[in-house]
């Protein structure tokens, strides 16, 4: 099959996968708050946790990272080159940005983006997973972790698999301009900070 038709394809299929809205199902099955309109209204897993608890955070977070790894390891499978791998993992996070099941309203597209770039190696996968781990520890600010990790993502690539380079600078340009509004945020003071769901105790 022709490669511009193969990357078409998976173009389409990647963004029909990220727009599977694991925030809202996982709510949904657990009898928890709808996610956009509770907490910071992003559907996704930081959110979650503030609304209920770690894990179903857990759980949005490993299907998001899925829905952005299976079409970029199916599209390298299938031989297809850097760049429409970058393409193909973009393609991915607009779908959970602008998810096509749910009124186009979705999240930040991180963790997906991260699981798209994790299928290059595990050797990437571990740093952006320690650097959000640490970062989001020191700052307790997941816009910051975020960021910081998608600024580090291809200086990590770089240094572990040049060859994919551009589509994780492609990925990480794509996070911090979902961010604007956070830097904004931030810049005034009025970022959210992480928190767990705190269960109410009976006097």
Known sequence: MNTIVVTVLMIIVAYLAGSISSAILVCKMRGLPDPRTNGSGNPGATNVLRIGGASSAILVLFFDMLKGAVPSYLSYLLGLDAASLGFIAVAACLGHIYPVFFQ??????????????????????????????????????????????????????????????????????????????????LRIGEETKVTRKRTNKKA
């Open 104 to 185: 186009f309203k979705g999240g930040k597209g991180v963790a997906t983006a991260f699981g798209a770039m994790a299928p290059i190696g595990h050797d990437l996968a571990l740093c952006l997973v320690a650097t959000w781990v640490v970062l989001v520890f020191i700052t307790r600010y997941s816009s910051v972790s975020a960021m910081a990790t998608a600024i580090l993502a291809p200086i990590y690539t770089w240094w572990l698999d040049e060859r994919f380079v551009l589509p994780v600078a492609m990925l990480s340009t794509l996070i911090l301009i979902r961010h604007k509004d956070n830097i904004e945020r």
